[in-house]
């Protein structure tokens, strides 16, 4: 069975960190483009960081860019992304999830599609207060 399970998020105050864990099941992290996602109420999922198992390269939304690093340890099988100086615009569930197709393009926007996802991770609650 494959499966994506997520660990971390909470409660933090603007300007903190958080680091939210993606361990994977019955996939290969090093073979899937294994990709971040948040939804906030009210509002459609949106992509926010993507590892590319093809050039092994990341890619992030403008939202988050220079703030979250997505990252991964092959011997544990888990993909990680370290949130640093938050906003209370980030607030919103989290998803990993992951896509084994094979995917090769410049452009952020190419990774970071929900719907090209199949695998999705439970969802975690990131607030950050101000």
């Known amino acids: 069975e494959v499966r994506l399970v997520q660990s971390g998020g909470g409660l933090v105050q603007a300007g903190e960190s958080l680091r939210l864990s993606c361990a994977a099941s019955g996939l290969n992290v090093d073979e899937w483009n294994i990709g971040w996602f948040r939804q906030a109420p009210g509002k459609d999922r949106e992509g926010i960081a993507s590892l590319s198992s093809s050039n092994g390269r990341s890619y992030y939304a403008n939202s988050v860019k220079g703030r979250f690093t997505v990252s991964s340890d092959s011997a544990k099988n888990t993909v990680f992304l370290q949130m640093d100086d938050l906003k209370p615009e980030d607030t919103a569930v989290y998803f990993c999830?992951?896509?084994?197709?094979?995917?090769?393009?410049?452009?952020?926007?190419?990774?970071?599609?929900?719907?090209?996802?199949?695998?999705w991770g439970q969802g975690a609650q990131v607030t950050v207060s101000s």
């Open positions: 999830a992951a896509d084994d197709t094979l995917r090769i393009s410049p452009l952020a926007s190419d990774y970071l599609r929900p719907r090209d996802y199949r695998v």
